[in-house]
């Protein structure tokens, strides 16, 4: 069964300190991978896939196929970066048949 | 903001009741997607329309729920004899059908919070 797993339920940093956000999946097919973000009392948004190898916001995520893993890293936080993350796994054709992971929440200490 | 809107934005029910929401896509968006998220989960996929078509529903997605999308604009969500284990936020979202699959992504609204006592 397809399953995505974010073993760090909340995560503290200092300002400046790198950081990295689990994520480990399982699906047997060929995986489509996200990370979205949901600041404070905003909504849920896209921030990186990894069909895109893109860098955004100072994140990036490589996938991992042979450890099913597509953790999420940053090499210097920023405060403005504390939210919730949540790393979700695209099963279906559409993208937004989305099963996500139960999230980190980020907390980046001054 | 041009974004997915929901309405409304909270809704408290007595057990029993019957609770409609409503989504509004992102115009021109032909896929809608609607989800539920309890406390300290992730959200958890409940069903999918492409225009007016429901192609896919959860097995979350009990008898007492229904989803529709009538002339491919505007879902609506509805609940029948609500129960307290339906207190969730419920989220929809959007997306668009482009030729470069990997181009698209789902846009999300703001949720409808649902508590029902």
């Known amino acids: 069964a397809q399953r995505v797993t974010q073993p760090e339920k909340l995560l503290s940093v200092f300002k400046g300190a790198p950081v990295e956000l689990k994520c480990n999946y399982s699906y047997s097919g060929s995986p489509e991978l996200f990370w979205y973000v949901q600041y404070s009392r905003q909504r849920l948004q896209l921030l990186l896939r990894?069909?895109s190898r893109e860098s955004i916001k100072g994140f990036t995520a490589d996938l991992n196929k042979g450890e099913t893993s597509f953790h999420l890293k940053k090499p210097f936080a920023q405060e403005e970066d504390s939210a919730m993350y949540y790393c979700?796994?695209?099963?279906?054709?559409?993208?937004?048949?989305?099963?996500f992971g139960k999230g980190t929440k980020l907390s980046v200490k001054p | 903001d041009t974004g997915v809107s929901q309405d409304p934005r909270h809704k408290i029910t007595k057990r029993g009741q019957n609770v409609t929401f409503r989504c509004d896509p992102i115009?021109?968006?032909?896929?809608l997607y609607w989800y539920r998220q309890t406390l300290g989960q992730g959200p958890e996929f409940l069903t999918y329309f492409q225009n007016e078509a429901q192609l896919e529903k959860s097995r979350l997605l009990s008898d007492r729920f229904s989803a529709e999308r009538p002339k491919g604009s505007f879902s609506t969500l509805e609940i029948q004899r609500t129960e307290q284990g339906d207190s969730a936020m419920y989220l929809c979202a959007s997306s668009p059908i482009l030729l470069q699959a990997m181009n698209t992504e789902a846009f999300f609204g703001q949720g409808t919070r649902l508590t029902v006592v």
């Open positions: 115009s021109e968006h032909n896929r």
């Open positions: 990894h069909i």
């Open positions: 979700a796994l695209n099963y279906g054709g559409s993208q937004g048949n989305l099963i």
